[in-house]
């Protein structure tokens, strides 16, 4: 008897994202769960954006300050190290803005950002400091200067959502709505959103990220759920694509510093890199099709793991 695979129904698919200007890239678009090539279409690789800090960043550990810290000091000389490496896209991180840090204004970090776009031609995200006020103050004016540059604006939360998602729109940006690891925050912040008139295929879900041995199979679930949600069961306020931000959390770790706390756990410089990308590689797993991340080794890794998979298509 002729063996035939038992296939998946789906009743949804992922919208894709295109964004950048005059270098545009993809992602998204697929209508089954993540690397199931034989039950529906993925007509996009998951994307993976370098991290660069506007200022010099504060709490990168050793292993990353070798490869970064002879540029941090300008982001436009970070962002073509970056592209060195073979960055298809930039993350900009706005951590000058942070009142903890040097509360820089906003009017000084557009100024950053003019020179930025000028000398960078790679598609670009925009992430404020994660601070809901000085986010909602900076970010609609950070998305008026980049209007035309069609950018991904970043992150829009429960209590800045409406600033930062009408400046988004505004400027022709798409955004990143992130809430806090729960299936019906993400589904209702995305509801509040779209209400607003933001057009549903240019939203991101970040359901916040965690790192490997820090609630990373919490993480992991919930971002699996909203992607069964979103295809299997065809709920289209979360079928958006996801980003795992992913070395904002993992270089925070002991794992990731710590060089002399366990003589077994070997060499620090491997132990990063690999924290790094299988935390990455395992959240592409759950679903999510952009990746945020820093060490330049374990986006070698996880570009390597995504091709590997991608092998199989054919076969």
């Known amino acids: 008897m002729k063996f035939s695979i038992i296939k998946e129904s789906y ?7 295109t964004f950048g200007k005059n270098r545009k890239v993809s992602f998204g678009g697929e209508k089954s769960l993540p690397f199931l090539f034989f039950e529906g279409e993925h007509p996009h690789k998951p994307l993976i954006s370098f991290e660069v800090q506007d200022s010099p960043p504060q709490d990168y550990p050793k292993e990353l300050a070798k490869v970064y810290s002879s540029v ?47 000398e960078i031609d790679l598609p670009l995200i925009i992430l404020g ?8 103050e900076v970010l609609p004016i950070v998305s008026d200067v980049a209007r035309g540059f069609n950018c ?16 988004a729109m505004a400027g022709g940006h798409s955004l990143i709505a992130m809430s806090e690891l729960d299936v019906n925050l993400a ?46 069961q065809g709920d289209p306020m979360l079928s958006s694509p996801m980003v795992a931000d992913v070395g904002f959390y993992v270089w925070k770790t002991k794992e990731t510093q710590a060089e002399d706390e366990n003589s077994q756990w070997g060499s620090l410089h491997e132990r990063g890199i690999i924290w790094e990308a299988v935390t ?36």
Not at 11 to 17: L, Q
Not at 152 to 167: F, H, L, P, R
């Open 11 to 17: 009743t949804g698919s992922v919208p894709e994202i």
């Open 72 to 118: 941090w000091d300008d982001p436009v000389r970070w962002a073509k190290l970056c592209e060195s490496f073979g960055a298809e896209a930039i993350a900009l991180r706005l951590m000058s803005i942070h009142p903890d840090t040097t509360d820089a204004k906003a009017e000084d970090v557009a100024d950053k950002l003019k020179k930025f776009l000028n």
């Open 129 to 136: 400091c994660n601070h809901t006020e000085k986010d909602a």
């Open 152 to 167: 991904i604006i970043g992150k829009a939360q429960e209590g800045n959502y409406k600033t930062i998602a009408a400046s």
């Open 187 to 232: 589904k209702q912040l995305n509801i509040l959103i779209t209400q607003m008139g933001f057009p549903a295929n240019k939203l991101i879900i970040d359901p916040m990220c965690s790192a490997l041995g820090y609630g990373f199979e919490y993480t992991y679930s919930v971002m699996e759920r909203i992607r069964i949600a979103g295809l299997i």
């Open 280 to 315: 990455a590689c395992s959240f592409l797993l759950s679903g999510a099709e952009l990746l945020i991340m820093r060490h330049p080794e374990a986006v070698n890794l996880v570009k390597y793991f995504i091709e590997d998979l991608i092998s199989t298509k054919e076969k």
